[in-house]
Protein backbone atom coordinates (compact mmCIF):
# COMPACT_ATOMS: atom_id res chain seq x y z
CA UNK A 1 0.00 0.00 0.00
CA UNK A 2 1.05 3.56 -0.50
CA UNK A 3 -0.17 6.64 1.51
CA UNK A 4 1.23 9.84 1.17
CA UNK A 5 0.11 12.65 3.30
CA UNK A 6 0.47 16.03 4.39
CA UNK A 7 -0.50 17.65 8.07
CA UNK A 8 -0.39 21.36 8.54
CA UNK A 9 -0.07 22.83 12.65
CA UNK A 10 -1.18 26.13 14.02
CA UNK A 11 -0.03 26.68 17.51
CA UNK A 12 -1.65 29.37 19.51
CA UNK A 13 -0.22 28.90 22.99
CA UNK A 14 3.49 29.46 24.00
CA UNK A 15 4.53 26.14 25.10
CA UNK A 16 3.02 24.55 21.84
CA UNK A 17 0.29 22.69 23.93
CA UNK A 18 -2.59 24.14 22.21
CA UNK A 19 -2.91 23.90 18.48
CA UNK A 20 -5.30 23.52 15.59
CA UNK A 21 -4.40 21.17 12.99
CA UNK A 22 -5.90 19.54 8.98
CA UNK A 23 -4.57 16.81 7.43
CA UNK A 24 -5.06 14.86 4.09
CA UNK A 25 -4.29 11.89 2.30
CA UNK A 26 -4.56 9.97 -0.64
CA UNK A 27 -4.24 5.86 -0.17
CA UNK A 28 -3.64 3.17 -2.58
CA UNK A 29 -4.10 0.15 -0.92
CA UNK A 30 -3.04 -3.47 -3.33
CA UNK A 31 -3.60 -6.59 -1.18
CA UNK A 32 -2.95 -9.92 -1.61
CA UNK A 33 -6.86 -10.73 -3.12
CA UNK A 34 -8.10 -8.46 -6.05
CA UNK A 35 -11.76 -8.05 -3.26
CA UNK A 36 -9.65 -5.28 -1.24
CA UNK A 37 -7.82 -3.49 -3.68
CA UNK A 38 -8.96 0.23 -2.94
CA UNK A 39 -8.14 4.08 -2.91
CA UNK A 40 -9.31 6.61 -1.51
CA UNK A 41 -9.08 9.78 0.33
CA UNK A 42 -8.11 10.95 3.65
CA UNK A 43 -9.32 13.86 5.23
CA UNK A 44 -8.44 15.04 9.00
CA UNK A 45 -8.98 17.78 11.35
CA UNK A 46 -8.59 18.37 15.18
CA UNK A 47 -8.17 21.62 17.88
CA UNK A 48 -5.91 20.66 21.13
CA UNK A 49 -6.64 23.33 24.39
CA UNK A 50 -5.00 23.41 27.53
CA UNK A 51 -6.77 22.94 30.30
CA UNK A 52 -6.24 23.19 33.93
CA UNK A 53 -8.89 21.53 35.84
CA UNK A 54 -8.57 22.29 40.12
CA UNK A 55 -5.17 23.43 39.10
CA UNK A 56 -4.33 19.88 36.82
CA UNK A 57 -2.31 20.59 33.66
CA UNK A 58 -4.09 18.86 31.16
CA UNK A 59 -5.25 18.94 27.52
CA UNK A 60 -8.53 18.60 25.51
CA UNK A 61 -8.74 16.98 21.99
CA UNK A 62 -11.28 17.23 19.67
CA UNK A 63 -10.83 15.73 16.35
CA UNK A 64 -12.72 14.37 13.29
CA UNK A 65 -11.09 12.53 10.73
CA UNK A 66 -13.18 11.36 7.32
CA UNK A 67 -12.19 8.79 4.70
CA UNK A 68 -13.23 7.52 1.35
CA UNK A 69 -12.77 4.15 -0.16
CA UNK A 70 -13.41 3.15 -3.54
CA UNK A 71 -12.88 -0.39 -4.24
CA UNK A 72 -11.12 -1.33 -7.82
CA UNK A 73 -13.40 -4.71 -8.45
CA UNK A 74 -16.44 -6.60 -8.43
CA UNK A 75 -15.72 -9.34 -5.47
CA UNK A 76 -15.84 -5.95 -2.97
CA UNK A 77 -19.03 -7.08 -2.93
CA UNK A 78 -19.56 -9.95 -3.85
CA UNK A 79 -16.46 -11.95 -2.93
CA UNK A 80 -18.47 -15.90 -3.27
CA UNK A 81 -19.62 -14.85 -6.72
CA UNK A 82 -17.93 -15.06 -9.95
CA UNK A 83 -18.18 -11.48 -11.11
CA UNK A 84 -20.06 -9.90 -13.99
CA UNK A 85 -19.08 -7.10 -15.85
CA UNK A 86 -20.91 -4.36 -15.28
CA UNK A 87 -21.37 -4.69 -11.06
CA UNK A 88 -20.74 -2.25 -8.81
CA UNK A 89 -18.20 -2.22 -6.28
CA UNK A 90 -18.10 -1.60 -2.64
CA UNK A 91 -17.84 2.01 -1.41
CA UNK A 92 -17.05 2.90 1.90
CA UNK A 93 -17.53 6.57 3.98
CA UNK A 94 -15.41 6.01 7.27
CA UNK A 95 -15.91 9.31 10.03
CA UNK A 96 -14.55 9.33 13.12
CA UNK A 97 -15.48 11.84 16.27
CA UNK A 98 -13.41 11.95 19.13
CA UNK A 99 -13.63 13.84 22.18
CA UNK A 100 -10.72 13.44 24.56
CA UNK A 101 -9.76 15.17 27.87
CA UNK A 102 -6.48 14.39 29.96
CA UNK A 103 -5.32 15.57 33.40
CA UNK A 104 -2.01 14.97 34.70
CA UNK A 105 -2.86 13.43 38.59
CA UNK A 106 0.83 12.76 39.28
CA UNK A 107 4.45 12.67 37.94
CA UNK A 108 3.81 10.04 34.94
CA UNK A 109 0.31 9.64 36.03
CA UNK A 110 -2.51 10.72 33.97
CA UNK A 111 -6.34 10.38 34.46
CA UNK A 112 -8.01 10.73 31.25
CA UNK A 113 -11.43 10.58 29.54
CA UNK A 114 -11.88 9.28 26.14
CA UNK A 115 -15.35 9.26 23.28
CA UNK A 116 -15.09 8.24 19.71
CA UNK A 117 -18.23 7.76 17.69
CA UNK A 118 -17.39 5.99 13.99
CA UNK A 119 -19.73 5.90 11.71
CA UNK A 120 -19.57 3.73 8.80
CA UNK A 121 -20.90 3.91 5.99
CA UNK A 122 -21.03 1.43 2.97
CA UNK A 123 -22.66 -0.70 0.26
CA UNK A 124 -21.93 -3.67 1.70
CA UNK A 125 -23.83 -4.13 4.29
CA UNK A 126 -22.01 -6.12 6.42
CA UNK A 127 -19.82 -2.83 6.95
CA UNK A 128 -21.93 -0.56 7.20
CA UNK A 129 -22.95 0.54 10.96
CA UNK A 130 -22.30 3.22 13.62
CA UNK A 131 -20.23 2.58 16.82
CA UNK A 132 -19.65 4.62 20.33
CA UNK A 133 -16.78 4.14 22.66
CA UNK A 134 -16.42 5.53 25.84
CA UNK A 135 -13.42 4.76 28.55
CA UNK A 136 -12.32 6.58 31.41
CA UNK A 137 -9.25 5.64 33.27
CA UNK A 138 -5.39 5.72 34.29
CA UNK A 139 -2.38 5.94 32.10
CA UNK A 140 1.13 5.72 33.41
CA UNK A 141 3.93 6.71 31.34
CA UNK A 142 8.07 6.29 31.96
Do not use: C, W
Not at 9 to 32: L, P
Amino acid sequence: GHQPNADLYIYFSENKKGYVTFGAGYTDEDTMGPEYDYSGFVGRAAVQVPIDPFGLRGRFRLSYSYQMRDYDNPESLFPLLPPVPGDPTREDDRQTLRALAEVEVADDLKLYADYRFYDRGSNLTTADYNKNVASLGLRYGF
